[in-house]
């Protein structure tokens, strides 16, 4: 299987990784691959099939049962807290449901400067603002909380707040499954516009086969905790090899961006 290239250009490599939970509960079952910078690699299959899990291992949220990640070079499972720190803010994650995701006791002026209260930097209104504009929303949205907010103007927040430190590799775990479909488009769109500006990679989680094909450069298909297809968008999209991407692509219906 056609695992991607490993070369200078790769940001993340999954080596092997299995997640078990209790005795013998595999949900992620010796998955490999890389992740070039500047690129979107599509992780798709159905619920429960291990995508966030390794989603999650990726960022060391979760800790692999077996297996190896290394992110720009380096061994991600033995890094030391004070290199985590380092490479935390270099990596970040947006969700499926921009509600949950904020806290809905804080003003969102406070939403955006938290990372970098996390980190022990503060951050002027200016600064604020223009991570607002960069995502399409003025600064009045800054003196108010998450709930006068729709649900895509929430995502926008949601990811504005991912890119407020500058990361180069951004997890999108969904993040339009939750938007009605005109809006959702509109998401992908600024996701996009943001990569191009920025150089960002990203691993897009999706259960939409048209939204992956539309975003991604390569796409990896899991059924089962397994790795089963591997390749660029549009040969996956166009002339899948597995009979379980070809029920993926006929369970979807088109979708116009
Ligand atoms: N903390 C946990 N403890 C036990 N089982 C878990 C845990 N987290 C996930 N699982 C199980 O692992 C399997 C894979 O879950 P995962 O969320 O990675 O799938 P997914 O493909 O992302 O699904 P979805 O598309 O619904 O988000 C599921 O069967 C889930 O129940």
């Known amino acids: 299987m056609d695992r991607g290239m490993r070369g200078e250009n790769t940001l993340v490599e999954a080596r092997g990784l299995v997640k078990e939970y ?10 490999s691959f890389t992740i070039g910078r500047g690129e979107t690699l599509g992780l798709v299959g159905e619920s429960g099939s291990g995508k966030s899990t390794v989603a999650r291992m990726l960022l060391r949220l979760v800790e692999p049962t077996a297996g190896e990640v290394t992110y720009d070079g380096r061994d991600l499972l033995v890094a030391r807290a004070s290199q985590m720190r380092a490479l935390r803010r270099r990596m970040q994650v947006v969700f499926q449901d921009p509600y949950a995701a904020l806290n809905p006791r804080m003003r969102v002026k406070e939403i955006l400067a938290e990372p970098f209260a996390i980190h022990g930097e503060r951050c002027g209104r200016e600064r604020l603002e223009e991570m607002l504009a960069e995502v399409g929303l003025d600064g009045s949205a800054l003196l108010r909380f998450p709930h006068e907010f729709s649900g895509g103007q929430r995502q926008r927040i949601n990811i504005a707040r991912a890119l407020a430190l500058r990361p180069e590799f951004v997890v999108l775990d969904e993040p339009v499954s939750a938007l009605d479909v005109s809006v959702g488009a509109q998401v992908v769109n600024l996701l996009r516009e943001l990569q ?62």
Do not use: K, N
């Not at 691993?203 to 390749?231: N, T, W």
């Open 22 to 31: 209790g005795a013998g509960a595999r949900v992620v079952d010796d998955v």
């Open 196 to 257: 191009q500006r920025y150089g960002l990679t990203y691993l897009f989680i999706s259960h939409s086969m048209p939204l992956v094909r539309y975003l991604c450069d390569r796409v990896a298909v899991m059924q089962r905790g397994r790795l089963v297809e591997l390749g660029e968008c549009e040969q996956v999209c166009d002339a899948p090899r597995e009979a379980y991407t070809r029920e993926l692509l006929g369970a979807t219906p088109e979708m116009r961006l």
